[in-house]
C-alpha cells in the first residue's frame, strides 16, 4: 500500500484544532470516565485532507474509467443530481418536523412513488427499503403477510431459478421460507416442466429475475406467472435488471405481484461504496394494505385557495416500520431529479441504449470468449473466461489483467450456472469510443491467455497494489488496525 | 481430475466409501477444484444426529462461491471431521482421505446403488462444461 494509515502518519502532539482559550473554571471529568491510554491519532488537519485526498486518488470509481461490473448497473450519476439533493429545502429538514412544514420534501416523496408506479406498472409502493436486498425481505414479509391474512398457513416454499440473484434464496430464508431452486432450461429460461413439478398448495411464491442474471428476457415469463398464480402462490420480481426494460414494458403489467426497485442501480444514484442505496418495493393493488407503515399520501385535496395537504398514511394490515424515519431521503431526491431530466422519451431511451451497447459488446466479444447462451440479450451478457487450449487461465486471471488495461473487471464467478462466468454490463452512458477501447483490451487479453499466461496469472502490474490474497482476505479478517493487547 | 474407483459419486459431487455399514462422505476432486480455495466449512450435524438422503450436511465457502453439501445416504451421524473447521483447506489438498466430512452407518444400503462409479462420474462432470 502506498499510502500509510492515519495511525502511522500520527505524530504525538500534533493537534487539527486549537481550541479557545478557557475563561471558565475548568470541570474535572468523573474519575470513571478517565481512561490511561487511549491511542487516537494525532494529526493536523493538512495531514487529515492529504491523507484520503491520496485514498481517494487510489480509488477506481466510474467518474475516472468504464465500470461494466454485471449487475450492478454502474451508469454515471448526472451531476445536477447532487445539485438538487444539496438544496437548502432538501439538506436541512429534519425527519420530525410537523408535516406543515416540509411539504416541499413529501411532494418529492409523493412524486417519486407516483413516477416509480406508473413506470413499473404496480399500484402502491413503499419508499423506506434501505437497499436491493432490504427491498427483498420486505417484499418477502408482504408475501407472507398475505397469505396469513388468507388463513393460509401451509405456504411456506419460495421457488428460486437457479438465475437468479443470490440475495433472493438468502432473502426467502430470512422471512422464515424454504427456497427451492428451480432450474433453467437450454435457452437460459426457467424450466416450464421442472416448474411445474415443484407449484403445489405450499407454495408461497417465486422470485423471479427478468431479465435473469444471464442477461437474458424469460420468452415464457407469462406463462410462468400463470403457473404460480394457478397454483395460489405470488410472484417476485427482483428489479435489480429493471434499466433493461424501462418504457419499454412494465413488470406490473405482466403479472408480478411484488417488484423492488433498486434506486442506486437503475435512476442513477451513488453506489459501489458510495451509497447509501435504496430499495424501493411497488406491489399490485391486492396487496396495498400490506405495505410499511407509514407511506406518503394527500391528506387533504387541493381547493380553490389552497394546494393539496401532504402526510402520513397508513396502511391497515401493514408488516410495520422497517427503516428509521422514510428512507434514504437524499437518494429519493437525486433519483427523482433523473426522472424528471429523462422524461418519458429519455427512459425508454436509456433502456434501449443499454441493451444496444450490451449486445454490441457480445456480437464483438463472442469471436474470442465462449458465450454459453447464445441469443439476443438485454442488458448484460455472460462469457466463459477460460479456454481449454489455454491451461491454467481462469476467469478471475481475466478480470485481474484488465485492471492494466485501465478498467474495472467484470463480476466474476457469478450467475453459478456458467462455467468460470464473466458478467459484463456496459450502461447506456458508455460512448462508442470507451466499448471500443474495452473490446480491444479483452481481445488482447484473450490473445495473451494463449501466448503469455504468465502475464494473466501475475496481473494486476499497473495498479498500487499486486494480486490480493484472496484466501488470507477470507480467512484472517484483521478490521481494526489498533488491538488493546498490543 | 482425480476419481478414485473404489467411491461412488453423487450428481451434486460428494462421495462415499462404503465399509460395512458404515458410509465416509467427502467432496469429489472435481468439486473442490471447481471451488477453488475453501476458507470455511460449517457442520449442519453432530454425532448420533438422524439423517435422509438429500439433507444439507455443511456449508463448504470458498473464495468464489458458497455451497451445501447434500447426504448420499440415510442413516446416523458416527463422527464428523470437526478438525477441518480449523484447516478447511484440507479439503483442497487431500479431498479423499483427510478432507472427509462425516462418517454415517447407513440404514439402507440399497441407496449406494443410486450413486454412480468412478467412470460414470468423469463421463458426468466432462458433460457440465
Known amino acids: 500500500m502506498t499510502e500509510p494509515t492515519v495511525y502511522e502518519l500520527s505524530s504525538p502532539g500534533r493537534v487539527g484544532i486549537e481550541y479557545a482559550h478557557l475563561d471558565v473554571p475548568p470541570s474535572e471529568l468523573p474519575d470513571a470516565f478517565m481512561r490511561e491510554e487511549l491511542p487516537l491519532p494525532e494529526l493536523s488537519e493538512l495531514d487529515v485532507v492529504r491523507h484520503f485526498t491520496h485514498l481517494s486518488q487510489l480509488n477506481y470509481s466510474i467518474d475516472g474509467g468504464f465500470y461494466p461490473l454485471g449487475s450492478c448497473t454502474m451508469k454515471y450519476n448526472p451531476r445536477i443530481n447532487e445539485v438538487t439533493a444539496r438544496m437548502p429545502g432538501f439538506l436541512k429538514v429534519h425527519p420530525l418536523q410537523p408535516i406543515e412544514t416540509v411539504q416541499g420534501s413529501l411532494v418529492v416523496m409523493y412524486l417519486l412513488q407516483e413516477t416509480l408506479k406508473e413506470i413499473t406498472g404496480f399500484s402502491a409502493i413503499t419508499l423506506q427499503p434501505a437497499a436491493g436486498a432490504h427491498g427483498e425481505l420486505v417484499g418477502s414479509l408482504i408475501m407472507r403477510a398475505y397469505h396469513r391474512s388468507r388463513g393460509d398457513m401451509k405456504r411456506t416454499k419460495v421457488l428460486v431459478p437457479d438465475s437468479a440473484h443470490g440475495t433472493n434464496p438468502a432473502t426467502s430464508s430470512m422471512a422464515g421460507f424454504t427456497p427451492v431452486n428451480v432450474p433453467s432450461d437450454a435457452r437460459g429460461n426457467v424450466d416450464i416442466e421442472k416448474l411445474r413439478e415443484l407449484c403445489d398448495d405450499t407454495l408461497a411464491g417465486l422470485m423471479l429475475t427478468n431479465p435473469n442474471t444471464l442477461g437474458l428476457f424469460d420468452e415464457h415469463v407469462l406463462e410462468v406467472i400463470d403457473i404460480v398464480h394457478q397454483a395460489g402462490g405470488l410472484v417476485y420480481g427482483d428489479g435489480a435488471n429493471l434499466n433493461a426494460l424501462l418504457g419499454v414494458t412494465r413488470p406490473g403489467d405482466l403479472g408480478f405481484d411484488i417488484m423492488h426497485i433498486n434506486l442506486h442501480k437503475t435512476f442513477s444514484t451513488p453506489h459501489g461504496g458510495g451509497g447509501p442505496g435504496s430499495g424501493p418495493v411497488a406491489v399490485a393493488a391486492h396487496l396495498a394494505d400490506f405495505l410499511p407503515d407509514p407511506v406518503v399520501g394527500i391528506l387533504e385535496e387541493a381547493t380553490d385557495e389552497l394546494p393539496p395537504l401532504y402526510g402520513f398514511v397508513h396502511p391497515p394490515q401493514s408488516i410495520g416500520r422497517i427503516k428509521s424515519f422514510h428512507g434514504h431521503f437524499g437518494i429519493i431526491v437525486r433519483a427523482l431529479t433523473y426522472i424528471m431530466m429523462q422524461g418519458p422519451e429519455g427512459l425508454r431511451a436509456v433502456a434501449e441504449h443499454a441493451v444496444l451497447n450490451a449486445n454490441y459488446l457480445m456480437e464483438l466479444l463472442k469471436q474470442d470468449y465462449t458465450l454459453p447462451y447464445d441469443r439476443d440479450c438485454m442488458h448484460e451478457f455472460v462469457l466463459e473466461g477460460v479456454w481449454p487450449d489455454a491451461e491454467g487461465v481462469h476467469a478471475l486471471d481475466v478480470a485481474k489483467r484488465l485492471m492494466d488495461y485501465g478498467m474495472h473487471p467484470p463480476t466474476n464467478y457469478f450467475p453459478l450456472i456458467v462455467n468460470e462466468a464473466l458478467m459484463i454490463e456496459p450502461t447506456e452512458t458508455e460512448s462508442k469510443q470507451t466499448l471500443d477501447v474495452f473490446v480491444d483490451a479483452m481481445k488482447k487479453i484473450a490473445k495473451e491467455a494463449h501466448e503469455q499466461p504468465e502475464l494473466l496469472h501475475e496481473a494486476p502490474h499497473n495498479t498500487p497494489i499486486g494480486r490480493l490474497d484472496e484466501v488470507k482476505a477470507a480467512k484472517d479478517l484483521v478490521l481494526c488496525c489498533w488491538r488493546p493487547e498490543e | ?129
Open chain 2, 1 to 129: 481430475m482425480n476419481t478414485p474407483s473404489n467411491l461412488k459419486y453423487a450428481k451434486t459431487d460428494e462421495w462415499v466409501k462404503l465399509d460395512g455399514s458404515i458410509a465416509t462422505i467427502g467432496v469429489s476432486d472435481y468439486a473442490q477444484d471447481q471451488l477453488s480455495d475453501i476458507v470455511f466449512i460449517e457442520f449442519n450435524r453432530e454425532t448420533d444426529d438422524k439423517v435422509s438422503k438429500g439433507d444439507a450436511l455443511a456449508t463448504i465457502e470458498s473464495v468464489k462461491a458458497a455451497g451445501d453439501v447434500n447426504s448420499p445416504v440415510s442413516g446416523k451421524v458416527l463422527e464428523v471431521n470437526e478438525g477441518l473447521s480449523d484447516i478447511p483447506e484440507t479439503i483442497n489438498d487431500d479431498p479423499y482421505e483427510k478432507g472427509w466430512l462425516y462418517k454415517i452407518e447407513v440404514s439402507d444400503p440399497s441407496e449406494m446403488d443410486e450413486l454412480m462409479d468412478a467412470a460414470a462420474y468423469e463421463k458426468y462432470c466432462e458433460g457440465r462444461h
